[in-house]
């Protein structure tokens, strides 16, 4: 199968991965929970095969589905993980954060 015109798509992104992402910059290096907001411009970097606009939809699914909270309007976004999203993460992690 060639995939090479296929347009990226949010679910592209894996869940866990976008998760665990955002997770990690909110423990600001130092801390073990979470201690501070995630702008999608931190996100964009981390996942370079994919266009801003894919990021920011894969944040806006995870939002819809009470995953992520966070604003989708444009701005920096200040996401971070549910109740929900943390158990899903944890839930799925195949190895230790
Ligand atoms: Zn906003």
Do not use: Y
């Not at 423990?27 to 894919?54: H, T, Y």
Request: net charge negative; hydrophobic share 45%; with cysteine.
């Amino acid at each position: 199968m060639d995939n090479m015109d296929r347009k990226p798509k949010a679910s592209d992104i894996d869940d866990v991965d976008f998760l665990r992402s955002v997770h990690r910059i909110s423990l600001d290096g130092k801390w073990s929970v979470p201690v501070r907001w995630v702008s999608i411009w931190e996100m964009e970097p981390l996942f370079p095969a994919m266009p801003a606009k894919v990021v920011a939809a894969k944040f806006r699914q995870l939002l819809k589905r009470g995953l992520l909270d966070g604003c989708p309007c444009g701005c920096r976004g200040d996401l971070e993980l549910t109740a929900d999203g943390m158990a899903f993460m944890v839930g799925s992690l195949t190895e230790p954060l």
